[in-house]
């Protein structure tokens, strides 16, 4: 299987959302999948942010495109080929008020492209070409966003995330959410990063049964 896993969070060694994600890899490994890992740090190697050429050049025909459009185009092209070519998508990030990373938005931009990664139809559909692949979204909230809790109706990274890449053909994501983190007694911390970590304990599973049943 191969996994195109993605991390945005600002911190290093001390990010519980790129712990989470290396957790969720090595759990895979646990349950016998063979794991090739195609590693994206969004703060090392951030893509573009949408300025003028990049816009002209995205909703211009392949077919019309000058040299200089290609070039605009080039690293973004390059990273669709990577989406495409994975099974399974891995994306950690921490929420960064109420919503994604900038870093983690530049990249949505830069992998949203008419006629590569979603296709217009004549009848006004538009249908998403990532719908063969997994897709597990690990975040982390300073603040307990749960139903029910306090702040729950302040979630925009959740739905933000759904129709971002539903647009894109991802249908039906798994969300694995460690809460409350930040803004939280130690006792509570402790308690949301155990269970994320069950939680993608269990999921690495159902993906181990998936691949064999595939193979």
Request: aromatic letters at 10%; proline letters at 4%.
């Amino acid at each position: 299987m191969k996994v195109m896993h993605v991390d945005s969070s600002a911190k290093r060694e001390r990010s519980n959302s790129r712990a989470l994600a290396r957790h969720f890899i090595d759990e895979l490994r646990v349950q016998g999948v063979d794991v090739e890992v195609d590693y994206l740090d969004l703060t090392v190697d951030t893509p573009r942010h949408v300025d003028e050429a990049f816009a002209i050049a995205t909703y211009r025909a392949a077919s019309e495109r000058t040299e200089e459009m290609k070039a605009t185009l080039a690293a973004s092209d390059a990273l669709c080929k990577r989406l495409f070519e994975a099974d399974a998508f891995v994306f950690a990030m921490p929420m960064y008020n109420w919503s994604m990373p900038s870093v983690f938005k530049a990249f949505i931009d830069s992998v949203t492209r008419p006629g590569l990664t979603y296709l217009a139809q004549p009848d006004g559909r538009i249908v998403g070409q990532f719908n063969r692949q997994k897709t597990l979204f690990i975040t982390t909230r300073g603040a307990d966003l749960r139903p029910g809790s306090m702040f729950a109706s302040m979630d925009a990274l959740t739905p933000a995330l759904k129709a971002a890449f539903g647009f894109i053909g991802v249908a039906g994501p798994t969300f694995v959410d460690a809460q409350p983190l930040q803004f939280s007694d130690q006792e509570a911390r402790t308690a949301a990063l155990a269970r994320a970590k069950t939680e993608l304990s269990e999921i690495a599973a159902q993906w181990a049964v998936h691949e064999a049943v595939a193979a």
